[in-house]
């Protein structure tokens, strides 16, 4: 039963890393939600989770069904796949808690930390002999202008930078999960419970977050870092150790590559070019963040109730 349930629970895991618009999930969104729904309702039969608990689920359900009916009041097209869209994330992630409550969170940071060494592995190939993933991975369709290939397994841009994505259509989407795992292993009870392990796992997951090349994942894995560093824990002594060699290495590499650095080409060189650009499609993922911030600023400095 045990294993059972720990083979179910890894197997929705890799569902819900695929829901959040993984390179699978985009290439096939027409069909993918009805399909990931029926996967959710199989397991929950097979590991018998209860159905009388699912006041949450009902509600999101009714308040989807709601925006479906103003949608085509509208006059726009919205369907069983529209409510799907709001309701299989939730579903997806219930599921998963719900296969084994006590383990959902260990398992969250053990299975993120082996596909993390799954994901660099195969970052390293992409590196050093690109042409093997050329030949073993289809191409899926182009993306932001890179030809994206693979998808069940690893996706790979096969631009002139390698970044690590992961199962997912771009890095930006991979460190949040990364970073997702870092917190919870170093802030949480679960975290605690892989032991002496801890440190190595650490020490994985930041370089899956470094090799993304994301200059918001970079900040975030920073800002995760250093809260640690206050946090009491019998390992806090080799966390903090381990968190500044890190940052340290960074730091380094800034000094010693300097405009080639991955701190300055991923994190400062964006920052720099904020406001060059007024056309959409041309701003980078920073200078798009910061503007989407100034808008809404603007728009409650205008109208705070925005009616």
């Known amino acids: 039963v045990v294993q059972k349930r720990s083979f179910f629970q890894y197997l929705m895991l890799y569902i819900v890393l695929i829901c959040g618009w993984s390179t699978l999930y985009w290439k096939n969104s027409d069909i993918a939600p009805i399909v990931i729904a029926a996967i959710c309702i199989f397991v929950k039969i097979v590991t018998r989770q209860s159905w009388k608990k699912y006041k949450e689920i009902l509600f ?8 479906v009916m103003n949608h085509i009041i509208w006059g726009n097209d919205a369907g069983l796949g529209t409510i799907l869209e709001f309701c299989v994330p939730l579903l997806v992630v219930d599921t998963y808690i719900h296969i084994d409550k006590t383990k959902a969170v260990y398992r969250f940071i053990n299975g993120i930390y ?9 970052t390293a190939v992409a590196v050093f002999m690109p042409q093997v993933l050329n030949n073993i991975f289809s191409d899926v369709d182009m993306y932001c202008g890179n030809m994206l290939k693979g998808s069940l397994i690893y996706t790979y841009q096969g631009a002139t930078v390698v970044r690590n994505c992961g199962l997912y259509t771009e890095p930006g989407l991979f460190h949040i999960v990364l970073n997702a795992a870092i917190f919870l292993l170093l802030y949480t009870v679960w975290g605690e419970q892989f032991g002496a392990k801890r440190g190595k796992m650490l020490i994985v ?7 993304t090349l994301s200059a918001t994942g970079i900040l975030t894995l920073g800002v995760v870092l250093l ?13 903090i ?10 730091i380094i590499d800034y000094f010693v590559r300097d405009t080639e650095s991955v701190l300055y080409e991923f994190v400062f060189s964006k920052f720099a070019q904020y406001g060059q650009s007024s056309v959409w499609g041309n701003l980078n993922s920073i200078d798009a963040r910061l503007r989407a911030i100034e808008v809404v600023q603007y728009a409650l400095s205008v109208n705070i109730f925005c009616v």
């Not at 359900?61 to 709601?66: K, L, R, T």
């Not at 082996?114 to 195969?122: D, G, K, T």
């Not at 997951?205 to 090799?211: D, G, H, Q, Y």
Request: charged share 15%; hydrophobic share 60%; with cysteine.
């Open 114 to 122: 082996v596909y993390a060494i799954v994901s660099l592995l195969f």
């Open 60 to 67: 999101v359900c009714i308040f989807s069904g709601f925006i």
């Open 205 to 211: 997951l930041s370089i899956a977050v470094l090799t």
């Open 241 to 250: 150790v381990l968190s500044m060699a890190i940052i340290v290495t960074v």
């Open 227 to 239: 809260g640690s560093t206050f946090v009491k824990s019998k390992d806090r002594k080799k966390i």
